[in-house]
């Protein structure tokens, strides 16, 4: 049997490899010059490895997926820490910490105990929150809420924090102690010692996978094939028929400074209004510096609607109302129709996905496909 996919990122290049180890053909297209979707990476002028779409930071509390991924790159370890720059200049931790409580209410607890009662004490009233602002109003008050998340969430999703579902924000952890990392202690925090690119590589390396890139989707190619696993946004599939799904998109602004020893965190949030949301230092990841050239590379994230910027589709817009998971739904009816194609992905399914999240969701689409074809 012959499989087509469409795209070559984590969804589309875990489906090829367990498909190909199961002995199918499989035919991966994608509309870009290069594999790894939005985890592909690349040494640039200043010697330094870069992601082209922004820092991807693996982590996960799934040893499956630990098991499966690092068959196919070394890993090394390292620890995801953020700042937070305030309009006054002042770095903060972020996620919220005891020292990020100290610094904005100028208090000195010392304990998790004495910020969890501060927090409580201006924490809202809200049982049932219906939409982000109230989410948090009910964990960390207002100021805490509009200092850190309101300008914030106006430039990164072009929405109030009253419009946003809360599920946008619950991803977001709170400290009450000092520990300044982003991910939970519970995670395994990896980064592949030779880049992404390198992973993606030897992902797609099999007898029975078939590449080919710079080569978008066309419906004639069906004909070919007996199957179809589409990470192709599925609003586009079925041109737009029942109206946009609506993304946002990041324009990625690089510069170059002399090389100085980098901060210990790879990440800067800035809180103000302006239009940038973030920065990463790439020397401040491990493996990253690849050759000294007396330089080092910064990039800044600006975010956008995905149609002035090349339809480049990156966040899914999820809102409190629920009105794009509903259209969303309305495509995803219209795809049972297809007897011999399944939407994967972050843009076949509308869903913003951790890389562990895709490649978990991806295992589990492909064995139970597989399951279905061996009983038939």
Known sequence: MAILIVGAGFSGSVHARELAEAGYDVTVIDKRPHIGGNAYDCEDENGVRVHAYGPHLFHTK???????????????PFEHKVRARLGDGRLVPLPIN??????????????????????????????????????LYAKIGRELTDLFFRPYTKKMWALD???????????IPLRMD??????????????????????????????HITLR??????????????????????????????????YRSIRFHKRTEPAAPPPAWSVTNFTDAGPYTRETNWDALPCHRLHETGHRSVTVEE???????????????????????TLYEQYRELARTEPNMEFIGRCGTY???????????????VRRWLAQYAEA
């Open 178 to 207: 000092r520990v300044d990392t982003y991910f939970s202690s519970e995670e395994t925090q990896l980064l592949p010692r030779h880049g992404y690119t390198a992973l993606f590589e030897r992902l797609l390396a099999h007898p």
């Open 62 to 76: 799934s040893q499956p997926v630990l098991d499966w991924i690092t068959r196919f790159a070394e890993f090394v």
């Open 303 to 325: 975010p956008c609607d995905y149609r002035d910027n090349g339809y480049e589709r990156y966040y899914p817009v999820k809102t409190a109302d629920g009105r794009y998971q």
């Open 161 to 171: 924090l009253e419009e946003m579902s809360p599920a946008v924000v619950k991803r």
């Open 213 to 246: 890139l710079s080569t978008g989707f066309d419906r004639s190619m069906l004909d070919g094939f007996e199957f179809c696993f589409n990470a192709m946004p599925i609003d586009e599939y079925y041109g737009f028929c029942f109206g946009e799904l609506p």
């Open 351 to 365: 869903q913003y996905l951790d890389m562990d999240q895709v490649i978990n969701q991806s295992l589990a689409s």
């Open 98 to 135: 005891l020292d990020t409580v100290n610094t904005v209410f100028g208090t000195d607890f010392s304990t998790a105990e004495q910020v969890q009662a501060h927090l409580a004490a201006i924490a809202l009233d809200i049982p049932e929150p219906g939409n982000a602002a109230e989410h």
